[in-house]
Each structure stands twice: as structure tokens, then as C-alpha cells.
């Protein structure tokens, strides 16, 4: 998880609690995957995408831990999916972007990479799940949502929004008292990812007004996401 991104008003438009989550093949757009040469170091903490099995994925959403000058998307190359065609990059704020994607017939796991000269972009590239929305009716299940503070953390959550990777919706939004060292839980539905994944995705607000990037995955019944402050996703 990402303490240092503070992303003001993402809950209430676009933010994303799955709170979610493979080379370059046909759907290539040209550019080179990876870090790019050197320079400011950012990290791409996480990609996303909306969509599942029964309606089509029409955007990307990309996270970085710090702002990167100028970057649009002629910087991201996305490859493993066939016919898989770039849209404009839009920067909704800071360090959160999201890509309109669009041309393919078949859903598939496809690979995210970004370089921007002057910049090594770490954790570039990523894989995400995407959709045709021809697959058939989506699988859902009841999933239990665990969030636990560090104990070395020095500040409290105080609410949480979590949202569906599959559909892109919101799933919870609300109050979470978590004290550092302390556990929060919450039962939700989500809907399976076309590789097999429940996965929920979204923000915590802690009580120094910042907003936490939370993230996690299951092929089971429960999800177990850690909160800490300070660098690092778990």
C-alpha cells in the first residue's frame, strides 16, 4: 500500500477498492516496456481495469506514487491482448490517470508498461485481467474483507471505500475505525475476474486527512490487506 498517495476526492469519483489484483504481442502500440532511462525514480503501484465477463472493459485506471511530468499515451504500451487500441490518457489528478482502451474482441490478460524519458519507472510492467464482455454470465461470491494496521503506524483509519475490480463499483463506503495494530473486516459481494480472482480495490482515509491506495486479491473467501505508514505495498 502506498501511504505517500494522497489523492484528494478519488472515493467519490473513480477511486478504486478490488480496495485489485502477460510481451509485447498484436495488441503492441510501440512502446518500449519498463522504466525508461534513468532520472526520477517514480513507481507504478498498481493498474486496474473496469469491466467483467458479461460487459466490456473500457478503460484503465493507473496509479503512481508520484507525479510524472507530461505523460500521456504515447508513454504506455500495452501488449498480450489482440486489437487492443489506445484512447487518450486523461489525469484525474496528480498521480491517477486512467486510459480509455478499445479494438478488441477477446478479453485476456493484458501487459502495462510505461517509460517516460527522464524518469525509471519502477514496477512497470504490470498485468491486468480484461474484457470482451462476451464471456457469459460472471461468477460472484461473498468475501470477507480484512484490513489490519501496522503496529508501527501513527495514525487511525477512519473510513474506507472498497470497490469491485470486476465491475468497477462501489462495494462499501463508509466509517472503519482502525487503530494502528488493529483489524478491521467487512463481508462483500464481488464478482470473478476472467483469471479466476475475486479483487477489491479503493482508499483509506486516515485521520491526517490522507488517502491510503488499498488493494487485494482471493481465489477463496477472504481478502487480507495490510495499512502501514510508510513506503510499500504488501
Known amino acids: 500500500m502506498?501511504?505517500?498517495?494522497k489523492v484528494l476526492g478519488i472515493i467519490a469519483i473513480a477511486a478504486?477498492?478490488?480496495?485489485?489484483?502477460?510481451?509485447?504481442?498484436?495488441?503492441?502500440?510501440?512502446?518500449?516496456n519498463g522504466g525508461g532511462g534513468g532520472g526520477t525514480s517514480?513507481?507504478?503501484?498498481?493498474?486496474?481495469?473496469?469491466?467483467?465477463?458479461?460487459?466490456?472493459?473500457?478503460?484503465?485506471?493507473?496509479?503512481?506514487?508520484?507525479?510524472?511530468?507530461?505523460?500521456?499515451?504515447d508513454d504506455i504500451t500495452?501488449?498480450?491482448?489482440?486489437?487492443?487500441?489506445?484512447?487518450?490518457?486523461?489525469?484525474?489528478?496528480?498521480?491517477?490517470?486512467?486510459l480509455p482502451i478499445s479494438g478488441f474482441n477477446a478479453g485476456g490478460t493484458l501487459t502495462v508498461g510505461v517509460s517516460k524519458s527522464g524518469y525509471t519507472i519502477v514496477g512497470s510492467p504490470k498485468t491486468v485481467a480484461i474484457y470482451a464482455g462476451t464471456e457469459g454470465p460472471a461468477e460472484t461470491r461473498q468475501v470477507t474483507?480484512?484490513?489490519?494496521?501496522?503496529?508501527?503506524s501513527t495514525v487511525d483509519i477512519v473510513s474506507v471505500t472498497l470497490r469491485d475490480s470486476a465491475t468497477n463499483t462501489t462495494v462499501y463506503d463508509g466509517p472503519a475505525s482502525i487503530k494502528p495494530g488493529?483489524?478491521?473486516?467487512?463481508?462483500?459481494?464481488?464478482?470473478?475476474?476472467?483469471?479466476?480472482?475475486?479483487?477489491?480495490?479503493?482508499?483509506?482515509?486516515d485521520n491526517g486527512g490522507t488517502y491510503?491506495?488499498?488493494?487485494?486479491?482471493?481465489?477463496?473467501?477472504?481478502?487480507?490487506?495490510?495499512?502501514?505508514?510508510?513506503?510499500?505495498?504488501?
Open 78 to 98: 500495452l501488449s498480450g491482448v489482440s486489437g487492443v487500441q489506445k484512447g487518450t490518457l486523461i489525469r484525474e489528478l496528480s498521480n491517477y490517470y486512467t
Open 42 to 73: 517514480v513507481e507504478l503501484v498498481t493498474v486496474l481495469a473496469n469491466g467483467n465477463s458479461s460487459s466490456a472493459t473500457t478503460e484503465l485506471s493507473l496509479y503512481f506514487d508520484s507525479e510524472i511530468s507530461g505523460l500521456t499515451a
Open 145 to 152: 474483507v480484512k484490513i489490519t494496521s501496522w503496529s508501527t
Open 212 to 234: 491510503n491506495v488499498l488493494s487485494g486479491s482471493t481465489t477463496g473467501n477472504v481478502i487480507v490487506m495490510d495499512f502501514g505508514f510508510g513506503p510499500g505495498v504488501p
Open 182 to 205: 488493529g483489524t478491521w473486516e467487512r463481508q462483500v459481494t464481488l464478482t470473478k475476474t476472467a483469471d479466476n480472482y475475486f479483487r477489491v480495490s479503493g482508499m483509506a482515509l
Open 16 to 32: 478504486v477498492i478490488v480496495f485489485s489484483v502477460t510481451g509485447c504481442g498484436d495488441g503492441d502500440n510501440g512502446n518500449n
Open 2 to 5: 502506498k501511504n505517500a498517495m
